[in-house]
C-alpha cells in the first residue's frame, strides 16, 4: 500500500517522479504528493486524487516560475489511506515544522500515537492525521543533535519507531541528497547512467535503470546526486550489496495496446503457463523437477502435514493445491488465511511443511505466518513472483511463478500460475513420496502442455463474445451467486471475488452441495415471473464424478427462478438443454480444470465492471499489494 520514489540525478526529476508514480499507482491512489529540493527550500505540492491530478498542480507550478531552474532531486508518493481520510494534507510529503524536512512513507507507525504526544508536548506542531508525520518532526529533533548528519539522524529517527516503514527523506540543507531506509516495507534502490534511484517496486525505476539494489530491514542507505550510494546496516556500518538485474523489461509494465492491464495480463495467461512448464519436467527419468524444494526424498517423505498460508486470491490457489496434494500426495493438508493463522497458536513441528503462497511477497499476514512457522521449526516453502521481496528473505526455500509483473489490483495470471506451479509441485512431491509412478507423471506433465493452446481457444473473439453477453445479462442485479463441486467449487470462489472486486456486483459462491443448507433462500422468488428479477448464478459444471449432481443442483436454482450462466464442456448438449447462457471450456481433465475455467471466469468479471462503469485495473478502496495488517 502507498507507494514511494525518489531521484537525484543531473536530470530533471519531475518526469521521473510523476512518471514513477504512475506506475505505483496500483498501490493506492487516494492522493498524492512530491517534495522538490530548489536551491533553498523544499516545495512541496500535493493532491487529493489520482496521480493525474498532481501532474496537473505540478504543471501549474511549473508554469506561474514556482519550481525554478529545473529540480534534480526529489520524493513522491502516491496513497493508500490508512491514518487520515485521503485529503490534501493527509497526502505525503509530510514535514517538519521548519519545513527542511520532507518524508515520504509506505507501511504502518504502530507507536505513531505515543511519539506524536511526546512530540506535542515538546512543541511540535502538527498539520495532518497521519501516523507518517512524527518521523519528519523526529527528525528535525534528531538532526538538530547531530547537525549536518542526515544519515545519523534517520537511523536515531528509525530507532524509535515500531511497525513496518519504506521511507526517503531530503533535507533543505543537503541539495542533492535523499536518505532511505525500510523496515518490513518493500523498497528497491536503483543506480541509472544519469542519477539514482529509490521506489516501492521496481516498476517505478525499471525505466531508468535494471540495476537494483534491496535493503535489509532498518538499513540505510544515502544517494548521491553525482551517482554513488552509501549503504549502512542498522549499526551505521558502511557495506557494499550485491547488484540485483531485474528480468523483465518496461514493455511489460505497459499496456502494450490493450485497453487495461486486467485484459493484457488475462491474455498473457497462455504464455505465463508455457514458462511455468519450461524446465519443469526431466523426460529420461520421467520426474516433475523442483530443485529449489531442497529437501531430499527422505526429508520429503518425513514431511507428515502441509499448511499453506495465504490471503485472497493466493489463498484459493491453496485451496487447489491442497485438493492436488491430498489427493496424489497423501498428505493431510491445511489452508489457512494467513491473517488467522498468525494469531492463533498453530500445530507447527519440524516435520509440518508449510507453503506460503504471496503473487506480491510482501502481504503483511503472510509474512508474518512465515516468521511464526520459522519460529516453531517449521520449513517454509514460498511461492512468490517477486524477486527480491520480503517473503524471499524469510522462507527457507523460494519457488518463482513465472508470472512476471502483474499491475492491475486483480490478480489474474498470478493466479493462473500459482495454480500450474502448486500442480506441478504436488505432482513433485506425489512423486518423492513414492505414491505416483513416472508413467502418471509424465501424462499429466503432456496434459499441462497443452494448456496454452487450450487457454487461447478461450480468448479469441467468439469465446469472449459469448462471455460479453452473459455479462451484459447479470450487470444490473444485485447479487450473483457462483456454485460449483470438488476444484470446481474452489474456481467459483475465486470467481466471485475477482467480480465483486472489481464490479462492485456483491457476489457470493458455494459449493453446490450447500446450496441447499441455506444459500437457496437468496434466489429471487420474483425472478419465475420477471426475467428483470432473476438471480444470477454462475454455475461451474466441468465434466467429473459429480457432474449429474451439478445438473441437479442447476434445476433446482432454475425452478426458484434464477438465471444460470454456466461453465460447461464444449459440446455439452445437456447443459445446452437446461440454459440459453453457457459459456464453453475445453475438454481437460478435472484436476486441471481450474485453470480454463478460470479465465472466462476473469473476463466476465471484467465485462460486468466495464459494463457498470468500474475502473478494471484500479479498484475502489484496493491497492495491489497489502503491507499493512
Ligand atoms: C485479488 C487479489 C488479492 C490478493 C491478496 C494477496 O484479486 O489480488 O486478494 O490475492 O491481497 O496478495 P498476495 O498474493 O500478493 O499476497
Known amino acids: 500500500m502507498c507507494g514511494i520514489v525518489a531521484f537525484t540525478g543531473t536530470v530533471d526529476t519531475i518526469p521521473v517522479l510523476l512518471g514513477g508514480l504512475r506506475r505505483l499507482e496500483y498501490r493506492g491512489y487516494d492522493s498524492a504528493g512530491v517534495a522538490l529540493q530548489l536551491p533553498t527550500e523544499i516545495k512541496t505540492i500535493k493532491r487529493q486524487g489520482k496521480v493525474l491530478q498532481l501532474h496537473e498542480a505540478v504543471d501549474k507550478a511549473i508554469a506561474a516560475g514556482e519550481l525554478g531552474q529545473m529540480p534534480t532531486t526529489g520524493i513522491g508518493h502516491t496513497r493508500w489511506a490508512t491514518h487520515g481520510i485521503p485529503n490534501e494534507a493527509n497526502a505525503h510529503p509530510h514535514s517538519d515544522c521548519t519545513g527542511e524536512v520532507a518524508v515520504v512513507h509506505n507501511g504502518i507507525i504502530e507507536n505513531h500515537a505515543h511519539l506524536r504526544a511526546a512530540l506535542s508536548e515538546r512543541g511540535h506542531r502538527f498539520f495532518s492525521q497521519t501516523d507518517t508525520e512524527v518521523i519528519a518532526h523526529l527528525i528535525e529533533e534528531e538532526y538538530q543533535a547531530t547537525p549536518g548528519d542526515l544519515a545519523q539522524a534517520v537511523r536515531t529517527t528509525v530507532a524509535q519507531l515500531s511497525g513496518s516503514f519504506a521511507l526517503a527523506i531530503c533535507h533543505a540543507k543537503h541539495p542533492g541528497v535523499l536518505v532511505v531506509t525500510r523496515n518490513d516495507s518493500p523498497l528497491v534502490v536503483g543506480k541509472a547512467a544519469y542519477g539514482v534511484l529509490a521506489a516501492s517496486d521496481t516498476p517505478a525505476i525499471i525505466e531508468h535503470t535494471r540495476r537494483v539494489y534491496f535493503l535489509d530491514d532498518r538499513d540505510v542507505a544515502v544517494l548521491h546526486q553525482n551517482g554513488t550510494i552509501d549503504f549502512f546496516d542498522p549499526a551505521g556500518t558502511a557495506y557494499s550489496p550485491t547488484a540485483v538485474t531485474i528480468e523483465w523489461d518496461l514493455e511489460d509494465a505497459e499496456r502494450g495496446g490493450y485497453p487495461d492491464f486486467m485484459l493484457k495480463e488475462i491474455h498473457e495467461q497462455p504464455k505465463v503457463i508455457k514458462d511455468t512448464l519450461a524446465g519443469r519436467f526431466d523426460d529420461k527419468n520421467h520426474q516433475i523437477l523442483f530443485e529449489e524444494l531442497a529437501l531430499s526424498a527422505q526429508e520429503m517423505s518425513d514431511v507428515d502435514r502441509v499448511i499453506i498460508v495465504a490471503c485472497g486470491t493466493s489463498y484459493h490457489a491453496g485451496l487447489i493445491g491442497k485438493d492436488l496434494l491430498e489427493a496424489w500426495g497423501r498428505l493431510p493438508v491445511e489452508v489457512a488465511y494467513a491473517s488467522e493463522f498468525r494469531y492463533r497458536n498453530p500445530l507447527l513441528t519440524a516435520q509440518t511443511l508449510v507453503i506460503a503462497i504471496s503473487q506480491s511477497g510482501e502481504t503483511a499476514d503472510t509474512l508474518e505466518a512465515v516468521k511464526l512457522a520459522r519460529r516453531a521449526g517449521a520449513h517454509v516453502l514460498a511461492i512468490t513472483n517477486v524477486v527480491g521481496s520480503r517473503i524471499t528473505m524469510e522462507a527457507n526455500n523460494v519457488v518463482f511463478i513465472k508470472a512476471h509483473i502483474e499491475i492491475a489490483v486483480a490478480a489474474t495470471k498470478s493466479f493462473l ?4 506451479q502448486l500442480t506441478l509441485l504436488a505432482a513433485h512431491i506425489a512423486q518423492q513420496r513414492g505414491e505416483v509412478d513416472g508413467r502418471w507423471v509424465s501424462e499429466l506433465y503432456e496434459h499441462m502442455q497443452e494448456l496454452p493452446a487450450k487457454i ?17 445479462e447479470c450487470a444490473a442485479a444485485q447479487t450473483a451467486l457462483f456454485i460449483g463441486r470438488g ?39 420474483e425472478g419465475l415471473s420477471d426475467p428483470r428479477r432473476q438471480t444470477p448464478v454462475i454455475a461451474v459444471t466441468c465434466q467429473s464424478a459429480t457432474y449429474d449432481k451439478m445438473l441437479a443442483n442447476i434445476e433446482e436454482m432454475q425452478a426458484r427462478g434464477a438465471k444460470v450462466i454456466a461453465l460447461a464442456t464444449v459440446g455439452d448438449e445437456r447443459i445446452a438443454q437446461l440454459t440459453p447462457y453457457v459459456i464453453s471450456i475445453p475438454k481437460v481433465r478435472e484436476c486441471l480444470s481450474p485453470i480454463l475455467a478460470s479465465v472466462p471466469l476473469q473476463l466476465f468479471a471484467r465485462f460486468v465492471a466495464l459494463i457498470r462503469g468500474a475502473n478494471v485495473d484500479q479498484p475502489r478502496n484496493l491497492a495491489k499489494s497489502v503491507t499493512v495488517e
Open 487 to 525: 476444484v470446481g467449487a474452489t474456481t467459483c470462489y475465486e470467481g466471485a471475488l475477482k467480480l465483486k472486486e472489481i464490479s462492485y456486483l456483491h457476489a457470493e459462491a458455494f459449493a453446490a452441495g450447500e446450496i441447499k443448507h441455506g444459500p437457496i433462500a437468496l434466489i429471487d422468488p
Open 417 to 420: 500460475a500459482q495454480v500450474a
Open 456 to 472: 487461447e481457444e478461450l480468448l479469441t473473439d467468439t469465446a469472449t463474445a459469448a462471455i460479453e453477453r452473459c455479462a451484459a
